[in-house]
């Protein structure tokens, strides 16, 4: 990916890469000038006003000057019609950036659904016919250039899907569906995060947003279609020991693990970060979280393992088959 | 020092009450604030019964026609009770001792029927508050409503028994007039949460 | 002179007048309204005066608590992944932070203010209603005081002070946090809305003679427009909380997921909630409307814009509350509808901001610290204001909404528009309430440190939600760029904090060593600073008759022939009474006769908190306990006035 784009504040929206935003930053920007624009002039207006007219304090109880009541208004006449042209400009320009953000450009390219948890990300890609739908966590690829609409709900409490580079935020709300899109101009990876305060670990749930070139996009969307392969060797036991002590909350598509509590881990290993970016997935962050979720994200859904050194390490080369 | 050198616009030509009389006092005024607020509470949860509704749509409610057999004529008996408050306070304005007793007595009596006819129509429904959002709802506005009748009942049966004792003179029965205005406050929330629960069903078919 | 003690009781009469003299008032009045001695007295007090520092004193110590609570989130987030905190103490924090300096300080320090100012700035000897003002207090300290319990033991509400549903239900937060929460604010929301009835009463029916509405002190129009304002806003959110309260306690389903609706929770919460940030401003904006023309040494520019703009403000502020919910997927056609209203609100703003600007500049500004602290809240305003606007537009918002943007926005509101114009009267209205000035020299130190520090934390707290910080994170990743502006905000707000103890320190030193401050330090224009400071628990000898809006500057703007009289005037000193005049003219029609103190609002507070208590331990024998209480103390309270009945009956007029 030669043109991905790497930002240096990962979060930030002054700077953004796609149609549902552009407009949107646009508008920040004029409004963040005339904000300091507005900030100036009156700051200007208070401080050289007591500065000029300034009288000098005579001492206490000592009867001061008085000026009469008369003259005045002109600055509040003046002063609300600089307010109002402003005002209708913010409002025009508002309600413009609303028509041209409000429906994508063309027609979506992909329908997403997704899900927020206590505190993980779930993303289910809609497919054309039954098999074609498949589920993962946290990170949502999309092929680069093409809108994608984006269904959202909440599966427990109120979140917010928000992926600052590329849209604003839309509340996931339990028992409703609302619907956002996006589109990304530039491959690379865009962080979000959820900014409904949503309990205890609100400040682990991230979702990182992939923009592939869309043969990459096809080829990941080819690899996730697939069932996990069969484990062979030492993890062969790790795989035994997923179904018994994992299947009841996670899913891995092809063994006896159907669980939905936590993220499909099909294809855990095509993942750059583990319980929505809390721990980089490597096989000892893999398992520093198995061996306890707790001690890394307090308050977490999943409970300590208890499992022996042996087992962990088992489990762990299991889970690094999940390619 | 007295009257004769007040020169002033602003001051008082005449003799000015003394104390809490009528309209004037600050008392009434203040139940007018209660009034206020309380009915912004029941625009409130009427709000909320309109809002759950709408989102929800239809099938929500599980009496689409809430029978009117009990609640129609409790309707009738509470606005007649609205009826007899104003003749006890018109009995206390003039003087006419039996007629504000009476009128007092009857009010109470009429609200007291309410209350009781009200228990039978909660008990008449086939589900408790805690059968849905829908029944949540009912029970609540409508409970709502029964403890705004209470403390009605509260409020005149003490003002009866001032009454009675004999606190009251034509001209200083504040008590009265501000219990009764509570009181026909209390009548008019029952026609909106009426209005609301029994008729608004059957306009919107 | 004076009337003789205890003579007959009538039904009607014509007040006396007398002239103040060095001999008048005697020791009379003063033992008509002094309170009694000892503990039963103290408790029993209804002095307006002695309610209004109540209420002042036990604001700030919320406002320490709270910034307490927020010092200790700065350290946490002072830096990137730091675990000073666990995320339920750090969750606990950030909203007791909220709940306290929102409700249990913002708008108690200005009903405290406005208690003790109202009667002397009307020109009265009490508010309406001396005993509900009691029980407003005393509600409200059982209220604070009920929430904080919950958070001693570590049962603090922990869903934000917004509190939504789902998260605040039982299903996903089973602790007694959130009903601690729910009923402490229900138990508030009482104080609020008798303290509120009571200012409205106040204001139409007891204000002096000659004080048409066009001539009282703008403060007055704030806390008034506040007022109705809660009257009308507060039975949303105690409604929805109650309704939580059914949910949680007895399975009832108004918010569930499955059956109700959690949307219905952030309207009803936010129909009050907005309005309620005007509450919290309107009576400060009117401080500085008063306080900075004092200092500018002329009447305030534009009084009628300035007055209505309050009104006008709140009345578009009840049609606004849906832009805190633009992200929750509302059409587009009512989003534009909010934004547009909600920048329409700009206008009554602006005409403050140049009113202000426009006083200053056609002024001659003596500096003092109250005028420092007035002047710069117009900045602060304006900082609060165009980051508002820029939330008020809908697409922006989506972005901006629950970043540290926002919370910047709500900080330069709340400090700018609350707790700057507070300081700053506090600094005018010291002399006034304690007969003391407070020390200019430290009061600089005060102000500056302040004013910096605030700048300091909180100016770079936009920076940080442009770069995407959200909010209530009780920890950060690095990488992000946002390490060394959280720093900067961290240090900046102890700043600000070290500022807010020098003023405890110049209030401290001042109380004992103060300069005395005369009657009127200031060459103030309104009525409290006609009488003595600290004023006498009658307030005024006679009843003051107004002329114009500066009835002491009268004869130096020379605007109208007429002259207010301050030393001559009704008496009424048969007891404890006072004028009551009519709502818009204000012509006397009514002698009030005002209560003598009594403990019974005392009671009736503690009952409704042993209500309250019981049913947050579901413990109801408790509950019912103070149920009884409460109806034992109101037969007491309202038991009518005998002596009105053993009039023998004469014929009116």
């Not at chain 1, 604003?168 to 900014?195: F, S, V």
């Not at chain 3, 403990?599 to 947050?616: Q, S």
Request: hydrophobic share 50%; proline share 7%; net charge neutral.
């Amino acid at each position: 990916m030669g043109s991905a784009v790497s930002p240096a504040w990962p979060m930030s929206y002054l700077t953004t890469f796609g149609p549902r935003a552009d407009p949107v930053t646009g508008l920040t920007w004029g409004l963040i000038v005339l904000s300091l624009a507005v900030i100036l002039i009156v700051t200007i207006l208070v401080v050289a006003g007591a500065a000029v007219r300034r009288l000098r304090a005579a001492s206490a109880g000592e009867a001061l000057p008085v000026g009469g009541s008369a003259g005045g208004w002109s600055w509040i006449w003046i002063g609300l019609a600089l307010t109002l042209i402003a005002l209708v400009a913010a409002l025009a320009w508002t309600i413009a950036v609303m028509a041209a953000v409000g429906s994508p450009p063309a027609r979506p390219a992909l329908t997403l659904e997704i899900t927020g948890h206590q505190w993980w990300w779930e993303a289910r890609y809609l497919g054309a016919a039954p098999g074609q739908t498949f589920v993962t966590a946290n990170e949502i690829h999309i092929p680069v250039g093409r809108p994608i609409l984006i269904r959202l709900t909440g599966a427990d409490v109120i979140h917010s899907f928000w992926i600052p580079a590329l849209a604003g935020k839309t509340d996931t709300i339990p028992g409703r569906t609302n619907l956002t899109w996006l589109q990304a101009d530039h491959a690379g990876t865009y962080r979000g995060q959820c900014t409904e305060y949503c309990g205890l670990q609100h400040a682990h749930m991230a979702a990182f947003v992939v923009a592939d070139p869309p043969a990459d996009f096809e080829a990941w969307r080819e690899g996730q279609l697939q069932l996990a392969a069969p484990a062979t060797g030492p993890a062969a036991s790790g795989e035994e020991l997923f179904v018994e002590r994992c299947g009841a909350c996670h899913t891995v598509r092809g063994v006896a693990a159907g669980g939905v509590a936590g993220p499909d881990l099909t294809h855990l290993m095509s993942r750059a970060t583990l319980a929505a970016g809390t721990v980089p997935n490597t096989v000892s962050g893999l398992e520093g979280w198995i061996a306890n979720p707790q001690a890394l994200k307090p308050g977490a859904r999943m409970p300590p393992s208890n499992l022996s050194g042996p087992e962990l390490g088992q489990l762990a080369a299991y889970l690094e088959t999940l390619k | 020092m007295v009257d004769a050198s007040c020169d002033h616009a602003a001051w008082p030509a005449g003799a000015l009450p003394v104390g809490a009389r009528g309209r004037d006092s600050v008392g009434w005024w203040g139940m007018l604030c209660l009034i206020a607020t309380e009915s912004c509470l029941f625009a409130y949860l009427l709000f909320s019964y309109f809002y759950i509704a709408i989102q929800r749509g239809p099938g929500w409610s599980p009496e689409p026609h809430p029978p009117m057999t009990l609640a129609g004529p409790n309707t009738l008996i509470l606005l007649s009770s609205s009826v007899a408050a104003w003749w006890g306070e018109d009995g206390a304005r003039r003087g006419r001792r039996g007629r504000h007793l009476g009128g007092l007595a009857l009010t109470i009596v009429l609200g007291a029927v309410f209350l009781v006819v009200q228990v039978f129509e909660w008990k008449a429904k086939g589900f408790g508050p805690s059968a849905g959002s829908y029944a949540s709802l009912y029970f609540t506005i409508t409970g709502f409503h029964m403890a705004h009748v209470i403390v009605g009942l509260a409020l005149l049966s003490v003002v009866l028994i001032w009454s009675a004792v004999g606190y009251f003179t034509p001209r200083r029965y504040e008590p009265v007039s501000i219990s009764i205005v509570y009181w026909h406050f209390v009548d008019a929330i029952w026609l909106a949460v009426f209005s609301t629960f029994y008729l608004s069903p059957r306009l919107m078919g | 002179m004076s009337a003789a003690p205890n003579s007959a009781w009538e039904d009607a009469r014509i007040p006396r007048t007398a002239r103040v003299t060095p001999d008048f008032p005697g020791p009379r009045l003063e033992e008509i309204w002094a309170r009694a001695p000892g503990l039963k007295g103290w408790i029993g007090d209804v002095d307006h005066k002695e309610i209004g520092k109540r209420y002042i004193v036990t604001a700030f110590v919320f406002l320490l608590l709270g910034g307490i609570e927020a010092m200790v989130m700065r350290l946490q987030l002072a830096g990137p992944d730091r675990r000073l905190l666990s995320p339920e103490a750090y969750d606990q924090l950030f909203t007791m932070h909220g709940v306290s300096m929102i409700f249990l300080y913002a708008a108690p320090i200005l009903s405290g203010f406005s208690n003790f100012l109202w009667p002397l700035l009307l020109g009265s000897r009490d508010m309406a209603f001396p005993r509900l003002n009691a029980l407003s207090y005393w509600v409200y300290l059982a209220a604070g005081v009920f929430i904080y319990a919950g958070f001693v033991v570590g049962r603090g509400p922990d869903a934000g002070w917004f509190n939504y549903v789902p998260y605040a239900s039982r299903t996903f937060n089973p602790g007694v946090n959130i009903d601690v929460y729910a009923l402490g604010l229900i138990l508030l929301g009482i104080s609020t809305t008798v303290g509120s009835a009571n200012f409205v009463v106040t204001f139409l029916r007891t204000r002096a003679p000659g004080m048409s509405i066009d001539r009282v002190p703008i403060l007055t129009w704030g806390t008034l427009t506040a007022s109705v304002a809660n009257l009308l806003a507060v039975p949303a959110v105690s409604l929805a909380f109650f309704l939580l309260w059914l949910d949680r306690q007895f399975g009832l389903h108004v918010f569930d997921t499955a059956q109700g609706q959690p949307l219905l929770w952030q309207h009803l919460f936010w129909m009050f909630g907005h309005p309620w940030v005007y509450a919290i401003v309107l009576p400060a904006m009117g401080m500085v409307s008063d306080g900075l023309p004092v200092f500018c040494r002329r009447p305030l520019v534009g009084y009628t814009p300035v007055a209505l703009s309050t009104v006008a403000t709140m009345a578009l502020g009840f049609g606004v509350w849906v832009h805190h919910m633009f992200a929750t997927g509302l059409p587009d056609i009512s989003l534009s509808f909010f934004s547009g209203a909600s920048l329409i609100i700009t206008i009554p703003s602006a005409v403050a901001v140049f009113a202000w600007t426009a006083t200053i500049w056609l002024g001659r500004p003596v500096i003092t610290t109250a005028f420092l602290f007035f002047a710069s809240m117009i900045v602060l305003f304006v900082i609060g204001g165009v980051s508002g606007v820029m939330t008020a537009s809908a697409p922006v918002d989506w972005q901006l909404t629950d970043t540290y943007f926002v919370v910047a926005h709500i900080h330069y509101v709340l400090i700018g528009i609350n707790v700057f114009p507070v300081l700053g009267g506090a600094y005018y209205w010291f002399p006034k309430i304690t007969g003391r000035m407070l020390s200019e020299r430290l009061g600089r130190w005060n102000f500056w440190t302040m004013f910096i520090g605030f700048n300091l934390g909180f100016f770079p707290m936009h920076l940080l939600g442009l770069m995407g910080m959200p909010r209530r994170i009780y920890t950060y990743p690095s990488g992000m760029g946002w390490d060394t502006t959280n720093l900067i905000v961290s240090l900046g707000s102890g700043l600000f904090a070290l500022g807010v103890l020098l003023f405890l320190i110049n209030v401290a030193v001042s109380l004992r060593r103060g300069e005395a401050a005369g009657d009127n330090p200031w060459d103030a224009p309104t009525l409290e600073w006609s009488v003595a400071s600290p004023p006498p628990p009658y307030n005024f000898a006679v009843i003051p008759t107004v002329a114009s809006r500066h009835p002491l500057w009268e004869d130096r703007l020379r605007e109208t022939e007429a002259r207010s009289r301050l030393d001559e005037g009704l008496l009424l000193a048969r007891g404890r009474e006072t004028l009551g005049t009519s709502a818009l003219d204000a012509e006397p029609n009514l002698i009030l006769e005002m209560p003598a103190d009594s403990v019974a609002p005392a009671l009736l507070a503690l009952g409704l908190a042993a209500l309250f208590a019981g049913a947050v331990l579901t413990a109801w024998w408790l509950a019912g306990a103070g149920g009884a209480i409460c109806a034992g103390a109101l037969i007491f309270w309202f038991w009518p006035n005998r002596r009105h009945a053993d009039l023998p009956e004469v014929a009116d007029g």
